[in-house]
């Protein structure tokens, strides 16, 4: 038995291989095009489900690089403002050492308490700066709302503890804010251990020239009272704790210290029946507080030798409040300057990551342009010889030899 092919069935099947092998080249072109050598899933399954995946993998690591980025650049700001809140403290430390000389009186010291209002006001502005975003650095969550206000000879805070962070990888973040709490308000005072100060009535002439606590030493609040009930009578003091209990007694000397309970302070002058020295253990005091203590000494100075004793004695406290302030600030620098270089490292761990994922996905879907243009040519010499034989085909017909 013969087959038998109608002339219509000739030419679709020519016609089809012609399309056939169009479509073929057609999809080599468009590789060799774009790049690419999965233009749809149906091309490869499973390699288009990989380049999902590698995509997000991309997508996501780029995410944590805007996140690096928009972190350095909020800590960059809240370091230069750190600083210049140094330098504050340091130009009221300068003002305050200049201060507290016997030289000065209570004129000039009224003038150098002006200059320390003015750090004052500029402190304050300091912490209320702003970023990028319009957003206040050192309010907390409450980054919409001005954290410091002025009110009077105080400094009110309206924010909160809140602290920021953002992800710079998927198992890293960092904070890219300081709540104003920590900077400006929760600062240890005196010497870390506890802070002094003079009775404002006292009558004589007695300063503490220094303080020091040790490992031993015992939190509480602590009262030195000064006895001497006839002129020749020698001075005695008395130091008691909340209680009134009496922790210890002896006769004062002038640059001897008197200790208890592992605290030990050296005081100069000399005390009046009555005189007292309070002592208060692990304090805290904001920085704006410390400084406006030290605006009112100066302004309130007397020119009598008890007044004198007492702006020294308010000005010896200032000092170490500022010194704990300043540790404080430069802590956080220290702090935010550890932040800016685990940003800075981990944005290279994420390039060195994201080139990883680029090499991937390139070796999953790109062409390789060797192999697709030998296919090309294959496909044109296929189209050629399509297109010949259905030139030829068309010539087989018995109408030829009527």
């Known amino acids: ?22 479509a073929d080249l057609a999809r080599t072109q468009l590789e060799l095009a774009t790049g690419k050598r999965i233009q749809s899933p149906s091309d490869d399954p499973s390699g288009a489900v990989k380049i999902l995946d590698l995509e997000e993998d991309i997508r996501l690591v780029d995410q944590y690089q805007r996140n690096a980025s928009l972190a350095q650049g909020q800590l960059s700001v809240e370091e230069s403002t750190l600083s210049g809140v140094n330098n504050v403290l340091q130009r009221v430390r300068e003002l305050t050492v200049q201060a507290n000389n016997a030289t000065q009186s ?24 702003r970023d990028g975003n319009d957003e206040y650095l050192f309010a907390g969550f409450q980054a919409q709302t001005q954290p410091f206000t002025q009110q009077g000879g105080s400094v009110v805070y309206s924010g909160d503890d809140g602290q920021r962070f953002l992800d710079i990888a998927a198992s890293a973040q960092v904070a890219v804010r300081d709540s104003g709490s920590r900077v400006f308000l929760a ?6 251990s506890f802070d002094f100060a003079a009775d404002p009535a006292n009558g ?8 020091s606590a040790d490992n031993s030493f015992v939190r509480d609040n602590y009262s030195i009272t000064f006895s001497q009930v006839t002129p020749t009578d020698p001075i005695t003091y008395s130091v008691t704790d909340s209680s009134a ?3 210890a007694t002896g006769n004062y000397t002038p640059g001897e210290a008197i200790s208890f309970n592992g605290a030990r302070l050296v005081i100069e002058g000399t005390p009046e029946d009555g005189d007292s020295i309070k002592v208060d253990s692990a304090p805290k005091q904001s920085i704006f507080a410390t400084l406006q203590g030290i605006a009112d000494a100066l302004e309130n100075s007397a020119g009598t030798p008890s ?21 404080n600030v430069l802590e956080v620098q220290s702090d935010v300057g550890v932040r800016l270089n685990r ?18 996905l390139s070796d999953v879907q790109d062409v390789d342009f060797a192999e697709a243009i030998s296919k090309l040519n294959l496909q044109l010499v296929a189209l050629q010889a399509a297109q010949q034989t259905y030139v030829t085909t068309q010539g087989l017909t018995l109408f030829n030899y009527i």
């Open 343 to 360: 940003i800075e490292s981990q944005q290279s761990i994420n390039e060195e990551f994201n080139l990883q994922l680029q090499t991937t």
């Open 307 to 327: 007044g004198g004793a007492a702006v020294n004695n308010a000005l010896a406290s200032g000092l170490n409040n500022l010194d704990q302030a300043i540790g």
């Open 106 to 129: 209570p004129e000039t010291r009224a003038s150098i308490a002006v200059e320390v209002k003015a750090r004052l006001e500029e402190l304050v502005a300091l912490a209320n700066t």
């Open 245 to 247: 209990g009496v922790v």
């Open 187 to 192: 600062v240890d005072a005196g010497n870390g």
């Open 1 to 22: 038995m013969v087959d038998r092919l109608s002339t219509l069935q000739i030419y679709q099947s020519g016609i089809s291989t012609i399309l056939e092998k169009q």
């Open 204 to 211: 004589g002439t007695a300063v503490v020239s220094s303080s």
